[in-house]
């Protein structure tokens, strides 16, 4: 079983940056495939960005692409999310995922993955 734990997220101003992280659970981390999703109130919960296991490779959705970076630490269990320049519409709760996978292929639906974070509210005052 894998448990993830958000944090970071909170109330912001556009333009402005945050920093969320994801703590995992395991023993091996390092052959997790990590990904950052989101959800606005009323929309379903979209695809933010991936990272596979090794870090070489990263994804991101085209409304985030240039302005958040994905990262990871596997010694210390943790997968980040800096974001910068944000806008309003950013605005969402965020879920950090996991799938115990060794593929190098980003992965990009929710149902691709097997564990779910219970998400940290971002809010992005305009």
């Known amino acids: 079983q894998v448990q993830l734990v958000e944090s970071g997220g909170g109330l912001v101003q556009a333009g402005g940056s945050q920093r969320l992280s994801c703590a995992a659970s395991g023993r091996i981390f390092s052959s997790y495939v990590m990904g950052w999703f989101r959800q606005a109130p009323g929309k379903e919960r979209e695809f933010v960005t991936g990272?596979?296991?090794?870090?070489?490779?990263?994804y991101y959705a085209d409304s985030v692409k240039g302005r958040f970076t994905i990262s990871r630490d596997n010694a210390k269990n943790t997968v980040y999310l800096q974001m910068n320049s944000l806008k309003p519409e950013d605005t969402a709760v965020y879920y950090c995922?996991?799938?115990?996978?060794?593929?190098?292929?980003?992965?990009?639906?929710?149902?691709?993955?097997?564990?779910w974070g219970q998400g940290t509210q971002v809010t992005v005052s305009s």
């Open positions: 990272i596979t296991w090794s870090g070489l490779s990263t």
């Open positions: 995922a996991a799938k115990v996978s060794r593929t190098t292929i980003v992965l990009i639906t929710t149902g691709e993955y097997d564990y």
